[in-house]
């Protein structure tokens, strides 16, 4: 098959959805499927592949984060699609290159999937100068209205499905969790000790660690205050930040207000190499979004060993077993801090949860994921 990828985040952005693409397309290509990225232009980088192709893009700067918006008016991409004969066309948002999958589609009568990411109308507070309650129906409005054009609709989760069908979506929606390269995460990079140093992290101590675009959204705040919770009843613990983004000032300022400055590292953005170092050098993933579909970073920690402990929410409930891996609490500081300090405190109950986080997170493989794709795929042509 000749599948056509269109997605509004791509390399060199290192985002979930992002991944989720790249091991997607990496999965059907091993398969012996030939995927094309279309993708926007991002300033001063090239690609080595040479199955991307790019749209012109507009840079803007939120929050001290720089972002890329595709141009689509003017764009020849019609011409290069009708050259490489697709037999499927995989949306990965609903908007702007989502539109133009959904064009093209239309116009060269190619079956249309749509992954649902995330959870759109969580993000209404990007639209600036309109109330939260009119963007979020209006957000709302363009999903559903996205999806029910498409021939399939992909959930990762099944609190999402039941999410879009309550949402009034008609087109089926098929249950489909993403996969990540467990054993990339898994093998041990023999760089704990090493990676503990550059950051003075002593030995002894415990380090949480969280990793995410530092926006809004991700509600990074809560995390912080629950950490501040922490380090009254444990000094001997350091948490660390893993990424960048508009808020990063703020949970700065929270840090330092808060006296926590000494035991809380921003890395700000890192490759996807020290990335693995990193959770293999940390004890405990702690996870507060609510806004994922899945959250396959808790994924990543748990294939590192990490036990994760988590604001229950939609997505991440299809990953974490309470009590069993981890610990899903409800968004109170209190409930959450006490959490983590359970695990903490009990060595036994941490070496237990890290062994089953390794385990449970084989779940989560490439392979069976690109099967069942490939399949939905075939289906439709």
């Keep these: 098959m000749k599948i056509g990828m269109f997605i509004n985040y791509y390399t060199p952005s290192k985002g979930g959805m992002e991944t989720s693409v790249i091991n997607l397309s990496k999965g059907l290509e091993k398969a012996g499927h030939e995927v094309f990225i279309f993708a926007p232009k991002y300033p001063n980088y090239k690609d080595e592949e040479d199955n991307i192709f790019r749209y012109k893009s507009i840079r803007f700067n939120y929050g001290g984060y720089f972002y890329v918006i595709p141009v689509l008016f003017g764009s020849k991409m019609k011409e290069i699609i009708k050259e490489l004969k697709l037999d499927i066309i995989h949306s990965h948002q609903p908007y702007s290159l989502g539109s133009e999958a959904m064009k093209f589609s239309k116009e060269l009568n190619i079956p249309l999937v749509f992954t649902y990411h995330i959870k759109y109308e969580d993000y209404s507070h990007y639209i600036p100068l309109v109330p939260s309650s009119i963007s979020k129906k209006y957000i709302r409005k363009i999903t559903v209205g996205y999806s029910n054009k498409c021939d399939t609709v992909i959930s990762p989760s099944t609190a999402i499905k039941k999410l879009l069908e309550d949402h009034g979506i008609k087109t089926s929606v098929k249950i489909v969790p993403s996969g990540i390269n467990i054993d990339n995460f898994a093998n041990d990079t023999g760089k704990k000790k090493e990676t503990r140093e550059k950051y003075k992290i002593k030995q002894d101590e415990i380090m949480l660690i969280t990793a995410c675009r530092l926006t809004k959204e991700k509600n990074l705040e809560f995390l912080v205050k629950s950490f501040a919770k922490i380090s009254q009843k444990d000094q001997n613990i350091k948490f660390m930040i893993v990424g960048d983004g508009a808020v990063k000032k703020d949970l700065e300022k929270m840090a ?100 089953n986080a390794k385990t449970n997170s084989r779940k989560f493989e490439i392979a069976p994921w690109v099967e069942k794709i490939i399949d939905l795929y075939e289906s439709l042509i």
């Excluded at 693995?276 to 996870?287: E, N, P, T």
């Excluded at 981890?326 to 209190?334: A, K, M, N, V």
């Design 256 to 355: 330092e207000e808060f006296g926590i400055k000494n035991r809380v590292i921003f890395t700000g953005l890192v490759d996807r190499t020290e990335i693995v170092s990193l959770y293999q050098a940390s004890d405990i993933f702690v996870f507060a979004s609510k806004t994922e579909t899945q959250g396959l970073v808790a994924v990543e920690a748990m294939a590192a060993g990490c036990p994760v402990v988590a604001v229950r929410a939609s997505g991440i409930e299809d990953i974490v077993k309470d009590g069993e891996d981890g610990f899903l609490t409800s968004e109170s500081e209190e409930e959450f801090s006490e959490s983590v300090l359970k695990i903490t405190r009990d060595n036994d109950l941490r070496l237990k949860m890290s062994v």
